[in-house]
């Protein structure tokens, strides 16, 4: 069993201030994937990382893929309340001709105070 | 945008009784997944469909979880007999499928409360 590991598990912070959140498994993926859950809502998909080393910015979010493609981290800058959620990373493997295998991780509670 | 659809949104059940979850994917999505999501917890993959076979049930509790794509369009999910441990969102996403990367979308979940 591929496993996603995240952290930290929980993180409060104050608005305005930074945070990453980290992502690492000892497997390698074909891509990665980075979504946003908000309380009884299904996840919503922020950002596909593919390429080792890639970076990609959506406004105030960073999200890099490990050079391996073992491990990614999510960065916010200058946080909003609006950024309150559970992160979740997950891991794509190719399964030939049957689409992609999603594994998630244990996912990251973020609250951000006014 | 086009939408995975679910149903019920939400469903409170007595123990050993059966519960059924019903899922439309995106229109010409050919793989369809169930995942289960405990609260606080990340979702744990159930079952895959690539059209109506499935590729992947190796998560599916057999013994009581069955899910069905005949057409290879829309899906159910049922539980039979239902536990207090069965308590949670279950979610189903699709993707085009048959090759790699493509973006798999979400449905709003379907949450299950057994008492």
């Known amino acids: 069993t591929q496993l996603l590991e995240q952290s930290p598990q929980f993180l409060s912070i104050q608005e305005g201030e930074n945070l990453t959140v980290y992502c690492n498994s000892s497997s390698v993926f074909s891509s990665l994937q980075w979504y946003r859950q908000e309380p009884g809502e299904g996840p919503v998909l922020l950002v596909t990382v593919v390429t080792g080393g890639e970076v990609k910015k959506l406004k105030r979010l960073t999200f890099q893929f490990g050079d391996a493609r073992k491990d990614s981290s999510l960065h916010i800058t200058a946080a909003q309340p609006g950024d309150t959620g559970l992160y979740l990373c997950?891991?794509?493997?190719?399964?030939?001709?049957?689409?992609?295998?999603?594994?998630f991780g244990t996912g990251t509670r973020l609250a951000v105070r006014p | 945008e086009a939408e995975v659809a679910q149903s019920p949104r939400y469903k409170i059940t007595e123990k050993s009784q059966a519960v059924a979850f019903w899922c439309d994917p995106i229109?010409?999505?050919?793989?369809l997944y169930w995942y289960r999501q405990i609260l606080g917890q990340g979702p744990e993959l159930l079952v895959q469909?690539?059209?109506?076979?499935?590729?992947?049930d190796s998560q599916l509790p057999k013994d009581r979880f069955s899910a069905e794509r005949l057409k290879g369009v829309d899906s159910t999910l049922k539980i039979q007999p239902a536990e207090l441990g069965d308590s949670a969102m279950y979610l189903c996403a699709s993707s085009r499928g048959r090759h790699s990367g493509n973006t798999i979308y979400f449905g709003e979940g379907s949450w299950l409360t057994v008492v």
């Open positions: 997950a891991g794509a493997w190719e399964k030939k001709s049957s689409g992609d295998k999603l594994t």
């Open positions: 469909f690539q059209d109506e076979s499935v590729v992947d």
């Open positions: 229109s010409g999505h050919a793989t």
